[in-house]
């Protein structure tokens, strides 16, 4: 049986309708099987579906007005699309949305960014990586193909931060929100890019407030495609798209993308 690429990409849209036209060009040129959007900062009913069906695309999403919103983007139909935490908690539907394209699980996130260190957002944040982990392990397998990508808001090792010694205590790098992370890899995922890119200066995030902060390189890895090792031994290639972040009026983080030899 002969091989096929699954092209899988994730982006923060920082509002889809705001860049609709940089991510319906991005899918034009690279043809993902997948990407996965998060903070889409858009109500259901105001979604711009039609710009994706006309370029072959089909889309599933949660979205609400002004912050959060998750959504997959896919050239073969979604199924089993579900939305949230359903653990009896807060659910949290704009945050979190599965789905299986052609044939492969995916679970896109947009873990809570938490503020500041002494803020609820903060605790919050703690508890629903807690909470996802005991998620995964009630509707998952770690022996068994899954992809989980998004923002996740967790720079988890020092080379994945431009100063790690300055932020240190940053709601994206401090030891707790690292270990909680730690915590979910330990389930069972791999870090795909890493896999393929052990060395240091790889980012996907560039604050908007730094000057130059693409071309000083000075950003964050917070945007991840994980997956369970089945589907790990895969991945064939992952890579960054640091200029896309140089676009005109770009969000301020950029597309990742792994391929896997399915």
Not at 5 to 11: C, G, N, Y
Not at 171 to 199: I, N, S, T, Y
Not at 220 to 227: K, L, N, P, S, Y
Request: aromatic residues 12%; hydrophobic residues 40%.
């Amino acid at each position: 049986m002969s091989s096929r690429t699954f092209k899988l990409a994730t982006f923060n849209v920082n509002s889809v309708r705001m860049r609709l036209d940089l991510v319906t060009g991005w899918l034009q040129k690279h043809q993902p099987d997948v990407l996965c959007l998060q903070e889409i900062k858009v109500q259901d009913s105001d979604f711009p579906l039609d710009a994706f069906r006309q370029i072959g695309y089909q889309v599933a999403f949660r979205g609400q007005k002004a912050h959060a919103g998750v959504a997959i983007v896919s050239k073969e139909e979604p199924r089993q699309v579900l939305t949230g935490l359903d653990d009896g908690g807060e659910p949290d539907h704009a945050r979190l949305i599965r789905a299986v394209v052609a044939g492969v699980p995916i679970v896109n996130t947009y873990v809570p960014q938490g503020q500041s260190l002494d803020s609820p957002w903060y605790a919050y944040k703690l508890e629903w990586l807690a909470r996802l982990r005991r998620w995964f392990e009630q509707h998952y397998a770690p022996d068994q193909p899954l992809a989980w990508v998004g923002d996740l808001n967790v720079a988890p090792e020092p080379i994945d931060v431009h100063d790690p010694k300055a932020l240190a205590k940053h709601v994206a790098f401090h030891p707790d929100v690292r270990a909680a992370l730690q915590q979910l890899k330990d389930w069972g995922f791999v870090d795909v890019f890493r896999q393929v890119h052990p060395e240091p200066g790889h980012y996907t995030f560039w604050d908007y407030r730094l000057r130059d902060a693409v071309d000083r390189n000075i950003g964050w890895r917070v945007d991840h495609i994980w997956a369970t090792p089945p589907l790990a031994a895969k991945c064939v290639n992952a890579w960054i798209d640091v200029e896309t972040r140089r676009a005109e009026k770009p969000s301020d983080h950029t597309f990742l993308v792994a391929e896997f030899s399915l």
